[in-house]
């Protein structure tokens, strides 16, 4: 695998955060492993950001500290100006309607 400075920074601070956020919950290490089916060492791993630990461990451990939705938001569709901005650009620049098809806008259900 490929190694990034940033992708590292940003696994280590996810790390550091779910790690701070067990503690404020008073989540025993052991405790908060056994609801991940994982060991101790790894949840270890999970909160020094370690690259190799699979996603799907970063996700339970924020499933159970009650934090998953900020994961399901973090590729959102509506929050991505850059590809909004690329569908925008292949929008047609005119729309015609066809011969022998109602025009929409006289359409009664409209």
């Known amino acids: 695998m490929a190694r990034s400075f940033r992708v590292e920074t ?3 601070k996810l790390g550091r955060d779910i790690g701070d956020a067990r503690k404020r919950r008073r989540i025993p290490t052991a405790l908060m492993a056994e ?6 060492v790894t949840l270890s791993r ?11 461990a970063y996700a339970m451990a924020l499933l159970i500290l009650g934090k998953i939705e900020d994961l ?8 991505d100006p ?6 925008d650009e292949t929008l047609p620049k005119r729309i015609r309607s066809r011969r022998g ?6 359409s009664p259900n409209v």
Not at 35 to 40: E, F, L, P, S
């Open 10 to 12: 940003a696994l280590k």
């Open 82 to 87: 850059l590809g909004l901005d690329l569908m």
């Open 35 to 40: 609801r991940m089916g994982i060991t101790r």
């Open 72 to 79: 399901e938001m973090l590729s959102d569709r509506t929050k």
């Open 101 to 106: 098809r109602k025009n929409l806008m006289e």
């Open 46 to 56: 999970i909160e020094k950001g370690d690259p190799k630990v699979n996603m799907g």
